[in-house]
């Protein structure tokens, strides 16, 4: 069973930094695209940022210059580096990815179970 673990989100004031972090385990013989989203309370969840296996990397316009997406491949992580923090970047992160099973010939979708980022004014 492949599971998703991220860490890293907390509490900001407004203009800080935080980091997080996301770390697949379990029966993994590939990742293909990993990627972070959030949502607000009472708001659909979004894309903030998707990595492809390669480093191929995209980001929603409202992060653009801010967020960071990179990853591990030896550590099967990946992490989420966000600066210039706004009040309206609070939400629940989820880390999400397609990976491959040993055993299965396909990638399938798994999400990890959130953290918690608030942006104090």
């Known amino acids: 069973q492949v599971q998703l673990v991220e860490s890293g989100g907390g509490l900001v004031q407004a203009g800080g930094s935080l980091r997080l972090s996301c770390a697949a385990s379990?029966?993994?013989?590939?990742?293909?695209?990993m990627s972070w989203h959030r949502q607000a309370l009472g708001k659909q969840r979004e894309l903030v940022a998707g990595?492809?296996?390669?480093?191929?990397?995209n980001y929603a316009d409202s992060v653009k210059g801010r967020f960071t997406i990179s990853r591990d491949n030896a550590k099967n992580t990946v992490y989420l580096q966000m600066t210039s923090l706004k009040p309206e970047d609070t939400a629940v992160y989820y880390c999400?990815?397609?990976?491959?099973?040993?055993?299965?010939?396909?990638?399938?979708?798994?999400w990890g179970q959130g953290t918690q980022v608030t942006v104090s004014s």
């Open positions: 379990g029966r993994i013989y590939s990742i293909h695209d």
């Open positions: 999400g990815a397609n990976i491959v099973e040993h055993g299965f010939g396909y990638p399938r979708g798994y």
């Open positions: 990595i492809t296996s390669s480093g191929g990397t």
